[in-house]
């Protein structure tokens, strides 16, 4: 919930349902609101929130942007990506940005200073990673990531957790350094749920935004009930 531009509450639900809702809207003073999903929104949730809220948006690629979008096909972009990017231009404008966003999937986005979204690349994330190596293999356990990681693995297990581990900070690493020689003073951006596992281990300055793909709901919520 934000109050203007300032976050004032954010939560995490393992189920969250209509009924979790109505708590909600009857606890706080609520006015306008946006519905993201990277599925199809439920008719209920629709319906609820377009008769609770004065003025209430579904983001798709139907919706006004603050930012210009050049990807070919706008109807296939996850609305993570294109959130993630409007808020990374809403903090760091008239700069290039690069947004690398560290969740099931690892995306990297580029927002010229113009306010041009290019479009970017997806690769898989961390824990698709090691669950891929686990699943596609007749021996290779499943492991997960841990706090200190080798640079060369010396079991199987360790060698599983630096190859995944280190191959992703080598690939964020490598695109920064890409992205770089095109834009010199590019804003790198690092959001995702394992945002801050990575930070300490890019050798790039960046800057960790949890919150990113919020803020620029926010915005794009703001900016269409601006332009009403």
């Excluded at 979204?117 to 356990?141: C, D, Q, V, W």
């Excluded at 920064?176 to 959001?191: A, C, G, N, Q, S």
């Amino acid at each position: 919930m934000y109050d203007r531009k300032e976050m004032l509450i954010s939560a995490v639900y393992e189920k969250f349902g209509v009924s979790e809702l109505f708590p909600i809207l009857e606890q706080y003073p609520l006015e306008n609101g946006i519905l993201s999903s990277v599925a199809t929104p439920a008719d209920e949730w629709v319906e609820v929130l377009g008769a609770r809220l004065k003025y209430f948006l579904v983001l798709d690629c139907r919706v006004k942007l603050p930012v210009e979008v050049r990807y070919l096909t706008p109807e296939t972009l996850g609305n993570d990506r294109i959130a993630a990017a409007v808020g990374a231009n809403f903090l760091q404008p008239d700069k290039d940005v690069l947004i690398i966003d560290a969740g099931t999937a690892i995306t990297y986005e580029i927002v010229e200073a113009s306010g041009a979204y290019l479009g970017g690349n997806i690769s898989p994330g961390m824990t698709m990673r090691f669950r891929a190596l686990h699943r596609y293999t007749e021996k290779l356990p499943l492991v997960g990531a841990q706090e200190w990681i080798p640079w060369m693995g010396t079991t199987t297990e360790t060698a599983i957790q630096a190859g995944v581990v280190n191959g992703i900070v080598y690939e964020m690493d490598g695109y920064i350094h890409e992205v770089r020689k095109k834009y010199p003073d590019v804003f790198v951006f690092l959001t995702g749920g394992h945002s801050f596992y990575f930070e300490r281990r890019l050798k790039n300055s960046i800057f960790a935004a949890i919150n990113l793909v919020l803020v620029g709901l926010n915005r794009i919520l703001e900016y269409n009930v601006e332009k009403q």
